[in-house]
């Protein structure tokens, strides 16, 4: 692993033989899982690259189990990292040699579906998909609609604020959550938010959406459904330039236009993306651009004309407007297979995830070519363009060696020139382990600190995902962004992990 993790603490390890018998007192039958081949498994998320089997897994069934859990490795002084359905493309659930994995994955039930006022109560190994599959045939569903939908879980959307392509219109996580159930490491269980829009004192449900597992267990959510739009179609639209398709991007949202969603891929992910799904994409255009519309059937058509006119006027190539949910279906299966599209282009990817002002397309587009040429390494993009959310996939094969360090070198020259244009390192990925040394490029010493403030107001003894978001410490003073003078840590109020 090239990735520098807290150093496993010798005397918890040495305990662990307790920590596994403390573990079976409270989930007794198959919950805890102390072989090693039954640990293999848990080693990894979706970020591959890094594997690390946990000390111990313990899948606990209720909110009881999860408190007495957590407030035992409190009291004992054991790290935890929550786990749902191992999706997270950050590393955020990569376990640690010395700490104990969570796993949600039995917290599975739909506990109540309120139509009256259009909301779910679920439990968080839900996934994201059996929500809105619950509720469809009453004509609703759960907007936030990651790629990964099938598999991750609610409380790992949670964890993560993640978006997918209808983020564009209906909002990330945080937009569609009322209310949680969250268990602190000391083992005291919250409910934060509720069934309504308004909750009263602080927004800590806002705290805690996108607190990547460092502040709670999520042990129970209320998530918004909304109806199932009237109708829905699609512009399949492909510019000579990239230039051209991502100014057309930025003149369908000046005109006041909203689609429900917003997508672009480059040549390269246009020609990965046909040869896997034999769609008809056209392949000689530069940027292809999917908009999507919906509403009732009259709104969505005028709004079809008024994007088709925009994007004659920035020099289309080539359009085609979807005649019913079949072909519309058919335009986004290339996007939806865009990823492992890239698996045949090579061995390995590694997924980035870095937002920018929609202006700034064209520009970082260029010179993360030029980044390609100098690190020797290919890249195809797929982006949501409507909210400015790329998605390099940078191609490597771990088997040759010093690839997966070149492609972490590019994946950090892409965030840094983010960074530089006026955007931010994650758009819903996360931090994770992946960004977690690339923080201080967005942040000052005294920002970290103030965020640090906060996880140490629900977790003094830093004990929930450790490793994770937050820098460890060398590394700032490595990437220079922090000054050690004579020794002296600016901030020594910051964790140390
Ligand atoms: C092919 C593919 C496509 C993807 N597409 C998208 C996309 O379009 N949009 C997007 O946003 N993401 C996408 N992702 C990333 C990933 O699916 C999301 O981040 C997802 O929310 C992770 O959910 P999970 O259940 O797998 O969580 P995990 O990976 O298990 O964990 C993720 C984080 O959540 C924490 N966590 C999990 N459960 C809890 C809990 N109950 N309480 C507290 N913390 C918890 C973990 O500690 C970790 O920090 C994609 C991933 C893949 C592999």
Not at 49 to 76: D, K, S
Not at 86 to 105: E, F, H, K, N, R
Not at 402 to 422: K, N, P, S
Not at 467 to 488: I, Q, S
Request: proline share 7%.
């Amino acid at each position: 692993m090239s990735l520098c993790m807290p150093e496993p603490d010798a005397g918890v390890l040495a305990r662990r033989g307790d920590i596994v018998a403390a573990l079976r007192a409270i989930v007794p039958g198959d919950g805890v899982i102390d072989h090693a081949d039954a640990l293999r498994p848990y080693e990894s998320d979706a970020l591959t690259a890094y594997r690390q089997p946990p000390m111990v897994v313990v899948l606990p069934q209720t909110v009881e189990q999860v408190a007495a859990i957590l407030r035992w490795c409190h009291a004992n002084r054991v790290k935890v990292v929550p786990r749902g359905a191992g999706t997270s493309l950050s590393g955020g659930a990569l376990p640690l040699a010395d700490g104990v994995l969570m796993g949600m994955a039995r917290f599975n039930r739909i506990l109540d579906i309120d139509y009256a006022d259009r909301l779910a109560v679920v439990q968080p190994g839900v996934t994201n998909l059996a929500i809105t599959r619950a509720v469809e045939d009453a004509g609703f569903y759960y907007a936030p609609d990651p790629s990964s939908q099938i598999a991750c879980t609610i409380g790992g959307n949670i964890a993560e604020n993640s978006g997918g392509v209808h983020c564009l219109k209906y909002g990330l996580t945080t937009n569609n959550v009322l209310g949680v159930e969250l268990v602190t490491i000391e083992g005291e269980i919250l409910r934060l938010g509720g069934r309504g829009l308004e909750a009263q004192g602080l927004d800590l449900l806002g705290v805690v959406v996108g607190s990547e597992g460092l502040l709670g267990v999520v042990t129970e959510v209320t998530v918004r459904l909304l109806p199932k739009p009237e109708t829905a179609r699609a512009l399949l639209i492909g510019f000579p330039t990239v230039e051209s398709g991502g100014k057309c991007v930025a003149d369908v949202i000046a005109a006041g236009i909203i689609p429900a969603g917003m997508e672009m891929m480059d040549q390269p992910a246009v020609h990965a993306a046909e040869a896997f799904v034999n769609v008809g994409y056209p392949l000689d255009v530069a940027a292809l651009l999917i908009v999507e519309l919906d509403g009732p059937a009259a709104e969505c058509s005028h709004l079809i004309d008024e994007v088709e006119a925009i994007a004659l006027a920035n020099g289309a190539v080539s359009i085609r407007i979807s005649t019913d949910d079949a072909e519309r279906a058919a335009f986004w299966a290339g996007r939806k297979a865009a990823f492992p599209a890239a698996g045949r282009l090579a061995p390995d990817y590694l997924c980035m995830d870095g937002t920018i002002p929609r202006r700034c397309l064209p520009e970082v587009l260029t010179r993360m070519r030029a980044l390609s040429e100098r690190h020797g390494l290919g890249v195809i993009n797929v982006f949501h363009a409507g909210d400015g959310n790329l998605h390099p996939l940078i191609l490597y094969d771990a088997n040759q060696p010093g690839q997966l360090a070149t492609a972490e070198a590019f994946g950090a020259d892409i965030l840094r020139l983010c960074v530089e244009v006026g955007g931010v390192l994650t758009g819903e990925h996360g931090v994770g382990v992946e960004k977690r040394d690339l923080m201080p490029l967005m942040f000052s010493p005294a920002d970290l600190a103030q965020q640090s403030h906060v996880k140490s107001a629900f977790d003094p003894e830093l004990l929930l995902n450790p490793g994770k978001v937050f820098p460890l410490l060398h590394r700032c003073a490595e990437l220079g962004a922090m000054h050690v003078h004579n020794g002296k840590l600016p901030f020594p109020d910051l964790p140390r992990f």
